[in-house]
Every structure is written in structure tokens, then in C-alpha cells.
């Protein structure tokens, strides 16, 4: 079992940053791909970023490639989002999920919602024009 907790969500500004931040507990946390997604009101559940358990992998939607940079600290048993160039279309509710399949490769199969076991409550980010 594996719980995952964001933080590091706000409002800011167009054009300003924010980092997001997932905690997970459980020993096994270094094994799981880890992804973040997003929802805005009135919007389905959209993909962000995902990263392999040795994050020597990243995939990313075309909607935030370049702005966004997903990383790991396996020793803290942590995930992060650092958003930059942020854009009011950025904003949503950000969630991190884990993946409990050991991959070592993420790509378009990491965009599914479903491939993902474990889900944290979310962070809200408002992002002001």
C-alpha cells in the first residue's frame, strides 16, 4: 500500500513558477513509475508528466513540454513538478499517482489513468492572467 500526499500548489501569476511536491510512504516507493495529472473544473482527468522508478526516464504531454520538469528523490520517498512559464490554462488541481508495475521506460502508455494504482487528494494551482 502506498499513500501519496502534494503539496507546493498556489496561485500565481502567468509566467511565474511553482514546484510541486508528492510524498509517498511505503519501502517499495523506489520501484514505481510515478506520474502527474492534472483536472480542470468541468474537464477530464489529463496527463502531465510521468517518470521510471530511477528517473532515467520521462515522458511528457505536448502541452507542457519545456515548461515542465518531473524529477525524483528516491532516498526522500519524493516526486516533484517544477512548472515554469505558467500559463491560466495551467490551471487544476494536480494529482501524482503511482504506477506499481516496474518500469523502467516511461511513454504513451504512462498518459493512462487506469496503469495507475495509487492516487494522492490533489493540490490546487490557480494560475492568474
Known amino acids: 500500500q502506498v499513500q501519496l500526499v502534494e503539496s507546493g500548489g498556489g496561485l500565481v501569476q502567468a509566467g511565474g513558477s511553482l514546484r510541486l511536491s508528492c510524498a509517498a510512504s511505503?519501502?517499495?516507493?523506489?520501484?514505481?513509475?510515478m506520474g502527474w495529472f492534472r483536472q480542470a473544473p468541468g474537464k477530464e482527468r489529463e496527463f502531465v508528466a510521468a517518470?521510471?522508478?530511477?528517473?532515467?526516464?520521462?515522458y511528457y504531454a505536448d502541452s507542457v513540454k519545456g515548461r515542465f520538469i518531473i524529477s525524483r528523490d528516491n532516498s526522500k520517498n519524493a516526486v516533484y513538478l517544477q512548472m515554469n512559464s505558467l500559463k491560466p490554462e495551467d490551471t487544476a488541481v494536480y494529482y501524482c499517482?503511482?504506477?506499481?508495475?516496474?518500469?523502467?521506460?516511461?511513454?504513451?502508455?504512462?498518459?493512462?489513468?487506469?496503469?495507475?494504482?495509487?492516487w494522492g487528494q490533489g493540490t490546487q494551482v490557480t494560475v492568474s492572467s
Open positions: 511505503g519501502r517499495t516507493f523506489s520501484s514505481y513509475a
Open positions: 499517482a503511482a504506477d506499481s508495475a516496474y518500469r523502467a521506460v516511461v511513454d504513451g502508455t504512462a498518459t493512462v489513468a487506469t496503469y495507475y494504482d495509487y
Open positions: 517518470i521510471s522508478w530511477s528517473g532515467g526516464s520521462t
